[in-house]
Nanobody, 120 residues
Framework: EVQLVESGGGLVQPGGSLRLSCAVS????????MSWVRQAPGKGLEWISF????????AYANSVKGRFTISRDNAKNTLYLQLDSLKTEDTSIYYC?????????????RGQGTQVTVSS
């Protein structure tokens, strides 16, 4: 059974940092490109970052470039997203997923999400 479990979300002040983790099981993690997407209240899914299977290639949406860093540890079957210089507009539910999921409303290879709230 494929499982993706995000953690690390929470409440943080503007300018603060968080590190999100996504623990995966049920598939060969090291064979798959992975992505993070997010959904703000009342909005659709927004793609924010991509990493290829060996971690050698990454990409970011303009809205988070220079502030967020994606990484992975294939030995630990874990995907990460470091969030720095957080802004109130970063408030969203953050999801990890296999890259093919894109921004489809439903994807079986997407986690349940972790809430990030940026507020003073």
């Amino acid at each position: 059974e494929v499982q993706l479990v995000e953690s690390g979300g929470g409440l943080v002040q503007p300018g603060g940092s968080l590190r999100l983790s996504c623990a995966v099981s049920g598939f060969t993690f090291s064979s798959y490109a992975m992505s993070w997407v997010r959904q703000a209240p009342g909005k659709g899914l927004e793609w924010i970052s991509f990493i290829n299977s060996d971690g050698g290639n990454t990409a970011y949406a303009n809205s988070v470039k220079g502030r967020f860093t994606i990484s992975r540890d294939n030995a630990k079957n874990t995907l990460y997203l470091q969030l720095d210089s957080l802004k109130t507009e970063d408030t969203s539910i953050y999801y990890c997923q296999k890259t093919y999921c894109s921004t489809a409303n439903y994807c079986r290879d997407r986690g349940q999400g972790t809430q990030v709230t940026v507020s003073s």
